[in-house]
Nanobody
Framework: QVQLVESGGGLVQAGGSLRLSCAAS????????MGWFRQAPGKEREFVAA????????YYAGSVKGRFTISRDNAKSTIYLQMNSLKPEDTAIYYC?????????????????WGQGTQVTVSS
């Protein structure tokens, strides 16, 4: 099992930027694929971005491609989500997830451990 703690959420104006961090502890982090998901009020949790074990492959939802960047620092057991050109529709609780496989997936059912989430609010 891996424990995940998100941070970096907050209130930003539309067009602004924010960087989320997810610190991992527990089992070996460097072999896990990682993902970011988000859930807006009254909506289902949706895929945002994912990264494989080494960071060589990344995947993005169409709604965030070109604006968000996922990265990882295995030496620090941390992954990041850099969010630029934020829109009000990006408002949601953002969750970090870990998968006990090296290849990433956009399916939230493929992830084994989840953080508590961090709130991101984008004002218009």
């Amino acid at each position: 099992q891996v424990q995940l703690v998100e941070s970096g959420g907050g209130l930003v104006q539309a067009g602004g930027s924010l960087r989320l961090s997810c610190a991992a502890s527990g089992r070996t982090f460097s072999t896990d694929a990682m993902g970011w998901f988000r859930q807006a009020p009254g909506k289902e949790r949706e895929f945002v971005a994912a990264i494989n074990w080494s960071g060589s492959s990344t995947y993005y939802a169409g709604s965030v491609k070109g604006r968000f960047t996922i990265s990882r620092d295995n030496a620090k057991s941390t992954i990041y989500l850099q969010m630029n050109s934020l829109k009000p529709e990006d408002t949601a609780i953002y969750y970090c997830a870990a998968r006990r496989l090296s290849m990433a997936t956009m399916n939230d059912g493929g992830y084994d451990d989840w953080g508590q989430g961090t709130q991101v609010t984008v004002s218009s």
